[in-house]
């Protein structure tokens, strides 16, 4: 429900990620970040729970769904 994506031509999708202070959506910019929601996404996948992977990243749990969205 918090994400968008924009389809700027057939070959590339921008993610934008949900700010709760400032109620809007920004670009993912960051290469880290996009690294970290592909290694969140795997890690979910072989098994780890989000409360583990929001400890393993000091993030919440909410902010590790948001990134299981984006698979």
Same mark, same amino acid.
């Given at each position: ?6 389809? &700027? +031509? +057939?070959? *590339? #999708? &921008? ?5 709760? /202070?400032? /109620? %809007?959506? !920004?670009?993912?910019?960051? *290469? $880290? &970040? ?8 795997? @890690?979910?996948? +072989?098994? #780890? +729970?989000? %409360?583990? $992977?929001? &400890? *393993? !990243?000091? @993030? ?6 948001? !990134? $299981? *969205? %984006?698979?």
């Amino acid at each position: 429900m918090n994400r968008i994506e924009i389809v &700027i +031509s +057939s070959t *590339k #999708t &921008i993610e934008m990620n949900w700010d709760s /202070k400032d /109620k %809007k959506y !920004y670009e993912i910019e960051s *290469k $880290l &970040i996009r690294n970290r929601v592909k290694e969140v996404n795997r @890690l979910h996948e +072989s098994g #780890t +729970s989000v %409360k583990d $992977l929001a &400890i *393993k !990243y000091q @993030l919440s749990e909410s902010r590790i769904r948001e !990134y $299981l *969205k %984006k698979q």
